[in-house]
């Protein structure tokens, strides 16, 4: 996952998943602006897909929103939703606040 | 005795005689009120055994197999089967409706005014929905023995520790409650979505099937206080990052049902749909699934949160007036419904 890697955070997402909207919205609404790269827009995507379910596992919802930050995976709504409650997401995106538009 | 009657005769064992007599003991507990409930008279239109017993009888009639050993089911049996299942069913929800009136005698349960609604058109009862009832039914007498139970240890001098454990139980039996939803919202999303098994008033306050948490924290801190400083700033906090987390929840359900009304206006959802869009229609719906166990997701957050800044006792305070807060919504819909006023 190259593309994780090189930016701040990276929301992997699917044009019609309203949940990647959603997790979207609240990065947007912390005032960071993520990356969202679809994968049913990738040739590749499908590849994509399956890495993605391995990486969120069985109790993922679905292989989307899957979110990087500073190329480490988070994990998808659930983790983030928790983490963004208990005061840690704010934390971990001051490193990059800077970085973002 | 042949095996239709066996089949109809289930685990209480029951004979034939023992079956009128227990209905018409149902009937009776149905007409306790003065007036036969609403729901009874939707599922047994003359609230008499009789509608129940004629179908048993038909099934005596139409089994041939008397050796009462189960064998590949014929045509017969398959009938057999499906009656008594239905029959089953009936008694169910029989027995439901006489548990919802003890409860609503107790004011503890206050009837939605499309209370039967999982009961489709054709009469096909949702077991999934029909199961969740049941449960919330459950739910809400223990409830009540939680809040009894808060409300005597904030005025006692328990320790912190056995403080901890109430408080830890009452958690739980929240956290009960949004595992139940995700299991109905499976069954039945937009049942769930509306909140039909909530009384009328707290169907007013719903946001994605519930309480929303930004709220529930705004009503319980004047409460609660005094506050020392860090759990102040804690709780004020953590009821922004609840508006937020809600704001955006709220903005991708919004663009869901713009799809989904999309979706119904290009035919693609609903009996008429062709099956190569059947996916992308019950992928949406799924995605309604996904919103209302997000929302619940976030509601236990909320709660996780708050019993980690509160002291024991403060979560204490905090969980009782939660409790009696949704008490007070359930009595006010009950006033309200027993009070209508004639049109002037």
């Known amino acids: 996952m190259g593309l994780a890697s090189e930016n701040g955070l990276v929301i992997f997402s699917k044009s019609s998943c309203c949940m990647c909207y959603a997790v979207n919205m609240l990065f947007q609404g912390i005032g960071v602006k993520p990356v969202m790269y679809d994968i049913d827009q990738d040739p590749e995507g499908r590849e994509m897909e399956k890495a993605l379910m391995k990486l969120g596992g069985a109790a993922a919802a679905g292989p989307v929103p899957a979110v990087f930050i500073g190329g480490k995976f988070m994990g998808s709504t659930n983790e983030i939703m928790s983490a963004h409650l208990s005061g840690q997401l704010v934390q971990m995106l001051k490193p990059f606040h800077h970085s973002m538009s | ?344």
């Open chain 2, 1 to 344: 005795m042949n095996s239709s009657s066996t089949q109809f005769v289930t685990s209480g064992g029951m004979g034939m005689y023992d079956h009128m007599h227990q209905l018409s003991m149902w009937g009776e507990s149905f007409k306790s009120n003065g007036s036969p409930h609403p729901l009874s008279s939707m599922l047994l239109p003359n609230t008499s055994p009789s509608l129940i017993i004629t179908a048993d009888m038909k099934l005596d009639n139409q089994s041939e197999d008397t050796s009462g050993t189960p064998g590949p089911l014929n045509k017969y049996d398959q009938e057999v089967t499906k009656s008594s299942e239905k029959i089953q069913r009936r008694l169910a929800q029989n027995r439901e409706a006489a548990r919802k009136s003890r409860l609503r005698k107790k004011g503890l349960y206050v009837a939605s005014g499309v209370e039967a609604s999982h009961v489709g058109f054709n009469g096909a009862v949702n077991s999934g929905i029909a199961t969740f009832e049941a449960e919330y039914g459950h739910w809400l007498e223990e409830q009540q023995k939680h809040v009894s139970d808060l409300r005597a240890a904030v005025t006692s001098n328990i320790s912190d520790g056995e403080m901890r454990v109430l408080v830890e139980a009452s958690l739980n039996h929240y956290y009960e409650l949004f595992r139940m939803k995700g299991a109905a919202a499976k069954a039945d999303v937009f049942y769930v979505m509306s909140g039909l098994w909530k009384s009328s008033a707290e169907r007013f306050f719903l946001w994605i099937g519930g309480f929303r948490p930004s709220e529930l924290i705004k009503i319980l801190r004047p409460k609660i206080e005094p506050l020392a400083e860090p759990q102040l700033q804690g709780i004020c906090n953590l009821g922004q990052l609840c508006q937020q987390a809600e704001d955006a929840l709220s903005q991708g359900m919004d663009r869901l049902q713009q799809t989904l009304a999309q979706s119904v206006a290009d035919g693609q959802l609903g009996e008429a749909s062709y099956s190569p869009q059947i996916d992308t229609a019950m992928e949406k719906l799924d995605g309604v699934v996904r919103f209302v166990r997000q929302a619940d997701h976030l509601r236990k957050a909320a709660l996780v949160q708050v019993s980690q800044i509160l002291t024991p006792r403060q979560a204490a305070r905090g969980l009782l007036v939660l409790g009696e807060y949704f008490e007070r919504l359930r009595a006010l819909s009950q006033v309200w419904a027993t009070n209508t006023r004639e049109p002037e």
